[in-house]
């Protein structure tokens, strides 16, 4: 785990996203043998996201002071609204493949592409909000937010 901690923080998002993403898209793959496609979706997404917040706060973003419960709180909001946009670039993409591949490639193309839509989202709203530093005091006593996206 030291081994990760010395690399750039864009690196070490990329690893454990990548990990994440990874997770979550094969794990698509048994859900759909028993629920419809949207929902094998979407269940993915929430195994992939609880992988996701556990090593994204202990290899990622290391540096935030807020407390644990505020933490989940706002990743499952990045997580809800970035959710939203994989299920529907991979409803989106399904269609179109569908017409140039068979069933199964175009959902799991198709998936795998949602994933991808959502990770540049994810970066961002996670270093800017849910892992981001408490608020401190700022010039002329106004709260300045502090974001843990250097490195």
Do not use: C
Request: net charge positive; glycine share 12%; hydrophobic share 55%.
């Amino acid at each position: 785990m030291r081994l990760l901690h010395g690399l750039p923080r864009s690196v070490r998002f990329l690893m454990v996203g990548g990990a994440a993403a990874a997770l979550n898209w094969l794990v698509r793959f048994p859900l759909s043998a028993v629920l419809p496609y949207a929902l094998a979706v979407l269940g993915a997404a929430a195994i992939g996201m609880a992988f996701g917040f556990v090593a994204y706060r202990r290899v990622v973003f290391t540096g935030s002071d807020r407390s644990g419960a505020a933490q989940l709180r706002d990743f499952l909001l990045v997580n809800g609204v970035t959710t939203v946009l994989v299920t529907i670039v991979a409803m989106l993409s399904r269609e179109v493949l569908v017409l140039l591949v068979a069933l199964g490639t175009a959902e799991a193309l198709a998936h795998a592409i949602g994933i991808g839509a959502g990770a540049a989202a994810n970066y961002v709203g996670h270093g800017r909000i849910t892992f981001r530093s408490a608020a401190k005091p700022g010039v002329g006593g106004k709260a300045a937010a502090h974001t843990v996206m250097e490195s």
